[in-house]
């Protein structure tokens, strides 16, 4: 492939608009010696007034892969850390919840809702598997780490629920007391995560689990 040819393409603009080169200077903003450095070769020339000179005339920059198609910029809109930094573009981003120990040791410490993979392998990994993810995450609602912890618990219960069900119409609750009636105390609710079996405070009175 070959190099960007910035002249031809500034002489290419000029050409279309029929304009001179002060004419294109003064619609783009661009001083004329700038202009002039630059279609004769002896100056570069920002992308961002390449872009306005372009667009001047109606026409505009654009990246294209090996086979010519468009290739978008990330998005604006992308993931942010807790200081509202974006994230290294490289990397791929990740629910913050999904590596929980990063914030397990340090609780005084503000959980932003995404982070990065460290473990560069284990990444690599995930690409060769699943290709390179086009952009990071896009926020939307019910990302926070507390709203999917919310859901993690809705998505158990339910699936508790489901289970008792199955094992009700199996027959296994045959003379088993049906006034079963949990007594956990709040606190087991603040430890549980409900990602795995329940979990209980020390000393409680139920330790109830159907699983």
């Known amino acids: 492939m070959s190099d960007f040819d910035l002249a031809g393409s500034l002489r290419r ?14 619609r783009s903003g661009i001083s004329k010696s700038a202009l002039a450095a630059a279609e004769a070769g002896t100056r570069d020339l920002p ?85 390179i993810p086009a952009d990071h995450h896009v926020p939307v609602p019910g990302d926070s780490p507390w709203e999917r912890a919310e859901t993690r618990r809705r998505e158990y219960w339910r699936h508790r629920a ?7 119409l199996a027959g296994e609750f045959r003379g088993v007391d049906p006034g079963f009636d949990c007594t956990c105390p709040p606190r087991c609710d603040e430890l549980d995560d409900y990602s795995g079996r329940p979990v209980h405070v020390e000393g409680c009175p139920c330790s109830c689990d159907v699983g």
């Open 13 to 26: 603009i000029r050409r279309l608009a029929d304009l001179s080169q002060r004419e294109l200077a003064e």
């Open 47 to 131: 992308a961002t007034k390449l872009a306005r000179a372009a667009a001047g005339v109606g026409l505009r920059l654009t990246l294209l892969d090996v086979d010519a198609r468009e290739v978008i910029g990330m998005s604006a809109e992308g993931a942010r850390d807790a200081a509202y930094r974006r994230f290294p573009a490289h990397l791929d981003t990740v629910h913050s919840d999904d590596v929980p120990n990063r914030w397990a040791d340090d609780p005084g410490r503000r959980q932003p809702w995404f982070t990065f993979t460290l473990d560069r392998v284990s990444r690599d990994r995930t690409r060769d598997r699943d290709g």
């Open 162 to 168: 489901e289970e008792r069900e199955r094992r009700f």
